[in-house]
């Protein structure tokens, strides 16, 4: 704040007083400065940039889709055919006769029956009032899951959190889902006679990823693949976030050089989901992975399309993929025929290492 004081009055005997034209000087050049902080204040606020991000999904998006698969069940797919879509080229199997599985709940190994344990996890990953025929297929997954992870190397197979797969135990059990456990007591799924690990996640955003697309290092799996899903049409099917540059590049600190500039993606799986891309800054670029990416943005998946909005121009950014944003595969009105395994299982999709999260997310 400006604050006057008279520079030419000493007293009131012999004193002498600002000319009124100096004064006058003054004003206008306070006024001029009130006004241009005024003019840039406003300039600024208009010029904000806001980087907008579109998505799809919630989770890894490899292997069912939870929401895909309620889709399925209300369409009247059974649990065998729900399977089979995600998990391509499988059949229905069987456990070994008396199959345990070690929880790492806290800090304790604990050895479980395995019926017991696919119990005490259906409701903690599915809704219980969900159709029989998803809780039944998430059944077959949890089972399998439980067999094919060893999360602990030796020393146990699975998290008790979404690091594997929620389990809480007999807190967890409802009516509906041990219906779901007894209806599919011991089965599996299997790839050319052996158990199949099944990823699942809460949404796909209406396509699953192959299992090397979205985990590094992962092996290409024959039945990981990426398949349309067009019953998947939950809350997180799609989402849009908003974020100012100053908070994004906040987030993304280590990776801006300079002042953040952009994102520009470079390559896409075979779902949308980014695999590469560069953070763009006022002084060079930086290669990072789209789940670098996911996790520093706070998105809740690698299907992301990004664009900068300034005032009411929404400007794409730019994207080497070659792949446009695309719209959702529209449901069809029966669920799809699919050819049945040779052990009674019907053929599907599924998918990640134990150092991923998984299939943990709960959906609903």
Sequence with gaps: MLIARSTYHHDSTGSRQAPADLLAVLAGVLAATVTLCVLLLCASSAGAATLVIDGAGDGHGVGMSQEGALGYAEHGAAYSEILAHYYTGTALGQAPAGAKVKVLIGNRVKTLALESYVRGV????????????????????????????????????????????????????????????????????????????????????????????????????PWLVGVADPYDQGPE????????????????????????????????????????????????????????LAARLGLNDTWAYFSVKRGSSVVAEPDRSGTSAPASPSPTTSPPTVPTGPGGGAQGPAGAPESTPTGGAVAG
């Design 122 to 221: 259906i409701s903690a990953e599915m809704p219980s009032e969900w159709p029989a025929a998803a809780l039944q297929a998430q059944a077959v997954a949890v089972r399998t899951y439980a067999l094919t992870a060893h999360a602990g190397g030796t020393r146990f197979d699975v998290y008790s959190d979404t690091r594997s797969q929620v389990y809480r135990g007999a807190a967890a059990e409802t009516a509906s889902t041990n219906a779901a456990a007894l209806a599919t007591a011991g089965q599996i799924v299997t790839y050319d006679g052996q158990p199949a690990i099944t990823y699942f996640s809460a949404s796909s955003g209406g396509h699953t990823e192959a299992v090397q697309d979205a985990f590094g290092g992962a092996t290409a799996e």
């Design 237 to 292: 099917h799609h989402w849009t976030v908003s974020l100012s540059f100053a908070t994004a590049g906040r987030r993304l600190s280590g990776l801006v050089k300079g002042a953040l500039e952009g994102i520009e993606v470079l390559q896409r799986g075979s779902s949308p989901r980014i695999l590469s891309a560069y953070v763009l800054g006022s002084g060079g670029r930086t290669l990072t992975s789209g789940g670098e």
